[in-house]
């Protein structure tokens, strides 16, 4: 069963990647930090490199040193979904996808500017217009992380519990 909900994750962030959507409003995220809280480590790793790699290759995109720093914060998205895993409530989970998104921000953008052709000049002037400019990206990010959060962590509790209840129960069976 979970190699098989592995699999859904990855076809998941894949379509979502390729499907049409706004800007940064993928599931990418929200799959790393569940695949953190709910497979083993072992299989919560591979989910997003897989889908980031497939992905990244049906688009085009060059593995370099800007897709590493992603790839990076995506694991740092399943290290935050394993911190979770067993202190699991819809306020920390809404904290652990803000957190994700915002550490994405944060070290994408930092590693955006030191690039050495950067958009940016390498100041503190550069720096801060970086961040400032990709502030609409961040704020799909962020509504797109916590969509696709609530989705997956609703969808799996809602699953969780109609699985508990029609559970044969061994009073159930005595005469």
Known sequence: MRYGLAIGLILLAVAGRLIPHPDNFTPIMAVALFAGATLLPRIAYVVPLAALMVSDLLLGFPLDSMALVVYGCLFASVAIGQWLAKRRTWTRTGFAAVAGSSGFYLVTNFAGWLEPHSLYA??????????????????????????WTALLFGLYEVGYSWLKSSRVKPTQLAP
């Open 122 to 147: 390498h100041t503190m002037d550069g720096l801060l217009q970086g961040y400032v400019m990709a502030i609409p990206f961040f704020r799909n990010s962020l509504a797109g992380d916590l969509f």
